[in-house]
């Protein structure tokens, strides 16, 4: 199954807390620089991860309704269990984190 950065970008999109996100996703000019630089650096930390596992696992029907839901139920518990990534101060579930990677 291809990464269909698309799928990837509306399921951070909707994991987004922040207004800036949602706002920048609605504009044809998103610039993802940022995200691929938080995945690059998951993907540094993890040299030996599956990123096709990740994403038939994070968004295997690609993205949708149900998606949004699971995805934030599952970074939600990520941080009740204490998963996360530290980038640059920032805590980011390894939901979010793994999402970020497939940009990369």
Same mark, same amino acid.
């Given at each position: 199954?291809?990464?269909? =950065?698309? /799928? $990837?970008?509306? #399921?951070?999109?909707? !994991?987004?807390?922040? %207004? %800036? @996100?949602?706002? %920048? %996703?609605?504009?044809? +000019?998103? /610039?993802?620089? *940022?995200?691929?630089? @938080? *995945?690059? +650096? ?7 991860? /599956? ?6 696992? !994070? ?8 998606? $949004? $839901?699971?995805?934030?139920? &599952?970074?939600?518990? /990520?941080?009740?269990?204490? &998963?996360?990534?530290?980038? =640059?101060?920032? &805590?980011?579930?390894?939901?979010? +984190? &793994?999402?970020?990677?497939?940009? #990369?």
């Amino acid at each position: 199954m291809s990464l269909n =950065k698309r /799928d $990837v970008l509306l #399921a951070l999109t909707a !994991l987004a807390t922040g %207004a %800036a @996100i949602p706002a %920048a %996703a609605q504009t044809n +000019a998103v /610039d993802l620089s *940022g995200g691929r630089t @938080i *995945g690059e +650096a998951y993907v540094a930390v993890n040299p030996g991860a /599956d990123r096709v596992a990740w994403r038939n696992d !994070l968004l295997p029907n690609g993205f949708s309704d149900e998606a $949004v $839901v699971r995805l934030r139920a &599952r970074a939600a518990e /990520d941080f009740r269990a204490a &998963r996360v990534f530290m980038f =640059k101060g920032w &805590r980011i579930s390894e939901t979010e +984190a &793994r999402l970020f990677a497939l940009l #990369a």
